[in-house]
């Protein structure tokens, strides 16, 4: 660990099968206008908006309704929201749902009091806000993105074809989340495999950097491996409470900033999987799944010793009597093989991605440099190209 | 993970060769009286008491001087630093030191505006402040305790032979710590394994408890692996920055609250040793790894599978053709190889106990209910008579 940084990360959360109390508890601190933010309606027939109405009405508070957040948010739907909090005066806003809803809440949060073209300052110049920011707490009922204890937000863009995440300073970041793993039961499958392989690639995309050694590393070795044994039993069993909040913990540890510290970091399969979303509009963890294996075959000559103490450590490789690269290459064969039998997306066209499409997606891709290797656009098409 | 659970850490921490730059950005933050709180005056021979009070100037601060916290720091320099404290209406406590200055700066944290007895109502009574609280900073110069970033404060009060530690809530923690690997570099080898085995036993304290399968523990065993590599390599090179930035590292993480989550834990060793240590007034860590071994072979039958697990996870013994025990007893005989190697002390005789300290280092051992065996006087003595 030789790098220098940073840490702070004040968002409380509240853990468990009685977290909606932490809700009951954190909401006398705020004013009396909330603007209550949601998706599709999901949670109106678990029962969720239902618990968290009744703790509203209960501490008296103004409900401003903000529901029809989609996956993907848009920068179309984010100038509603700071229409209708600007309305409802808000105090706080509360958002109840995955990560789309909490990504929109954030940047809602950050726009209210700005005066600025939002979508230039944040996601064009990645500034950050110089206005008051209305305070975001969430309720979360789907897990994968980390979004409930951090300061990230992806806003897509159709107009521009753009799907761009802003990770905002620790002032940004939800003052609470409310994480009870009962709330993500009624998730549809094909959507809870997505978000365990979206806390997959985060954790991923931080461990494929730097050569030095770094106490961040093992611990994201940890994170991966009770991921991936918690996985297994909730693919069987979605309705498995242990691996389920095991799921839930390692989601929000593996995008929270800890096991980033001291690192470049990587982020290139986010870069790729959120430029085929900007054609697609497709499940942003499937995008990652889709790409993730040409882009992980294409790094691992220039990573190798961190590919293969990636097998050993994670997929728990031999390495005896192999070379490093073959060791290496033991790994990706065993996480290709996990992610085939959980059900992951495993190439774009089944997402939507036309071979048309490819001179447009190859230009959404935003250059990281952060990790192995920085890809120039002739790499970028060559992945891709191995992602039909 | 099946426990419900509130997570909260708002310190702000600094962390590496530029770490004393945070000490700057966060003293505009305060009023301008400064309570500074440091022990034998290492500090003024390493350069880092200089730098500390140049910052302290430049920003214009009235500094209280309040050296002199031994190691294990007693109630009666508690009651001394209280009346420093009001005497100078301290704004800010500033500990730059270990564990040891840490804590006390805590203790009197939460005792200068306390108009009741403190010994009874913090360390004897268990209870939190409900007065305010003097905010902490720490530029911290040994690693081990995690006091950078906990609630956590032991006082030693002499007269009655007990040793004390209270966890105290998020709003005692340190406002902000300044992590800089190179502070730590003069401290004497004996003394940074000392603290290196402090680290081992938060981890395995909290590891070696609970049945269910829980994110905490994959965590845990990851910082494990880090601080066996680290500390190797910094117990024959004690400048390599690489290894003692990791050791800080893993320090703050294995005891800020974070691998505890969902998980009872033990904490026998700290009571063993904390008992040791009221009639010795030992090394800290010296004390934990002097009863570690007596302990955990005495725990072993009533937690085997966890016990075989940390065999297999964190020593890398081959499960094949063993039973479960066997398995566990090779990885108590790894951890033990290792820590002799290390140089850690075995015994507490050469702590300076005599079997005729027995009856009262019983009496003063504290037990604690979350492991795999609540022990009773008898388990106590047993343990302890092997520690000789």
Chains 1, 2 share one sequence.
């Not at 209550?36 to 309606?41: A, D, S």
């Not at 802003?166 to 009624?186: A, I, M, Q, R, W």
């Not at 085939?340 to 066209?349: D, H, P, Q, Y």
């Amino acid at each position: 660990m030789i790098g220098n940084f940073t840490y702070c990360n004040p968002t409380k959360l509240y853990f468990g099968r009685d977290a909606l109390e932490g809700l009951k508890a954190e909401l006398p601190k705020y004013g009396k206008n909330v603007l209550l933010v949601y998706g599709g309606g999901s949670i109106k027939k678990n029962g969720v908006y239902e618990k968290v109405v009744a703790a509203l009405k209960e501490s008296g508070k103004e409900i401003c309704e903000d529901g029809g957040v989609t996956p993907n948010p848009s920068y179309e739907k984010l100038c509603d929201g700071i229409a209708r909090a600007r309305a409802a005066k808000a105090d706080l806003i509360l958002a109840v749902g995955g990560g789309s809803v909490c990504d929109y809440a954030k940047a809602v949060s950050v726009s209210v009091h700005c005066g600025e073209d939002v979508w230039e300052k944040y996601f064009i110049r990645f500034e950050e806000p110089d206005c008051a920011i209305v305070p975001v707490g969430c309720v979360l009922t789907m897990v994968g993105t980390g979004s409930e204890m951090n300061g990230g937000s992806v806003i897509t863009n159709h107009a521009q074809k753009l799907k761009i995440g802003h990770v905002f300073g620790e002032n940004v970041f939800p003052k609470f989340s409310v994480l009870d793993p009962e709330f993500t039961f009624t998730v549809p499958k094909y959507q809870m495999i997505s978000g365990i392989y979206d806390i997959m690639s985060h954790i991923l995309e931080q461990y494929f950097s730097g050569t030095d050694d770094n106490t961040s590393d093992y611990i994201a070795e940890g994170l991966l491996r009770s991921l991936i044994h918690s996985a297994g039993i909730a693919a069987e069993n979605p309705l498995d409470y242990e691996a389920r909040s095991n799921i839930m913990w390692t989601a929000t540890w593996a995008l929270n900033t800890l096991i980033a510290k001291g690192k470049t970091t990587d982020w290139m399969v986010h870069m790729l999987g959120q430029a085929v979303a900007a054609h697609t509009d497709a499940t942003h963890g499937m995008t990652l799944s889709a790409v993730s294996m040409p882009y992980y075959r294409f790094l691992l000559p220039y990573g190798t010793a961190k590919f293969a103490r990636y097998a050993v450590n994670v997929w728990n490789v031999d390495p005896a009597g192999k070379t490093q690269t073959e060791t290496a290459q033991e790994g990706l064969r065993r996480m290709e093989a996990w992610m085939k039998e959980l059900g992951l997306v495993m190439n774009i066209t089944e997402l939507g991605a036309t071979r048309e499409m490819l001179d447009g997606i190859v230009k959404s891709t935003l250059i990281m440099d952060g990790g192995y290797k920085v890809l120039d656009e002739k790499d970028i098409r060559a992945i891709l190209s191995e992602s039909f």
